[in-house]
């Protein structure tokens, strides 16, 4: 099924850019396991499932990366590489280091409890906290930053590139300044008191 931005009643589905932050940030303060798989989430797009299934063989210290297994296409045993920062690859291998078997043991209930729980803290609007929505935002700002099409749809794992393409219907900062141009004669005209709201 292709993904989409919104949902039928028209809210939307993925964090935005100040949201991410403040669910990265939250992550941050959480114990070892719960911060480190939740940074894995937010800086890699992975399905909660392929998250779950990584060892710690799979994070590449020289490549700076994760090896995800693309757990939704037909065949099996199919690789992904992801980039991911540096600081991430040090939590990530210190918190593994005597982990024989998955970095995380907890099943995907588990997994989404925990992503919802980080959210939460974050301020996060209820609709909104899902690991999906993580995804789908993964996916959004690698758009909205120029991040070619076919390299997000490779670091998503998607099997066509129409599915990746939706993320890039996403009003970012590009729109928002062309839109801007359109009403910025208007916008005078909007007492400062109503703009006070967002200072």
């Known amino acids: 099924m292709t993904p989409v931005l919104f949902d039928q009643r028209g ?46 063989s799979r994070v590449d210290t020289a490549d700076e ?37 998955r970095l995380w043991p907890w099943g995907r209930t588990n997994g989404w409890k925990v992503v919802k729980a980080v959210m939460r803290k974050a301020g996060i609007a209820e609709g909104l906290c899902k690991p999906k929505s993580l995804r789908h935002a993964f996916a959004v700002e690698a758009g909205q930053k120029g991040i070619p099409l076919n390299i997000v749809q ?28 359109a009403w910025s004669s208007l916008e005078l005209a909007i007492p400062e008191s109503a703009t006070d709201v967002y200072k």
Request: aromatic letters at 10%; charged letters at 25%; one cysteine or more.
């Open 11 to 56: 809210n939307r589905k993925y964090l935005v850019a100040r949201e991410r932050l403040a669910f990265v940030y939250a992550a941050s303060k959480e114990p070892e396991a719960i911060s480190t798989f939740c940074l894995t989430l937010a800086f890699t797009g992975a399905r909660i499932s392929e998250a779950l299934a990584l060892t710690v």
């Open 65 to 101: 990366a994760i090896i995800f297994e693309t757990l939704k296409q037909r065949k099996k045993q199919v690789y992904r590489a992801v980039p991911v920062p540096r600081a991430l690859i040090p939590l990530l291998t210190v918190y593994g280091i005597e982990k024989v078997g």
């Open 154 to 181: 490779r670091w998503l794992g998607h099997a066509r590139i129409e599915t990746t393409a939706i993320y890039a219907s996403a009003i970012g900062d590009e729109e928002r300044n062309l839109a801007r141009r």
